[in-house]
């Protein structure tokens, strides 16, 4: 997997998650309800991984023929990876780097995502705080993704009790 690597916030994040959604849109047609750009990428002026993180929103009902448009156009299905509610995807060669999850309208997954996005967008005070976590533990567990997710959880916890 790599080095966990924060940089700056990029401004063109917005436009390579657009990027992403028309395609992911026009392979999906109606079955996507909605297409979200989540995590830290998404929030204005917050340092991040540079990997856009993506939200396909669907009706329960939908979701396999979702996950087989998907593959069809070069995703990569990897069930959960331990999120109940939510469905992992590998991107496809020559795409800009994201992580894509195929999410049910009553996922609680898509919730806590959602939630802890606009808490961010609406707060600079904790945005900034999470930085300076994120920064942290960047230095310290750098080539441990896991540690570096698990020494997250807390403040992301904290905060979506809070929002």
Known sequence: M????????DPEWPTTFETIRAGVSSALGGLALNIEHVG?????????????????????????SVIRRLVRIGYVHEGDLGVPGREAFRRPAGTPAHHLYVCP???????????????LRADPVVAGEYATLKRRLA??????????TAGKAGFVSAALRRS
């Open 2 to 9: 790599g080095a966990v690597v924060i940089v700056e916030y």
């Open 105 to 119: 309208t009553d996922s609680m997954a898509l919730k806590e995502h959602l939630r802890f996005r606009d808490y």
């Open 40 to 64: 830290s990428t998404a929030v204005p002026g917050l340092p991040a991984k540079p990997i856009i993180d993506v939200d396909v929103v669907v009706r329960p009902a939908d979701a396999e």
């Open 139 to 148: 230095s310290e567990f750098g080539d441990d993704r896991a540690a570096y």
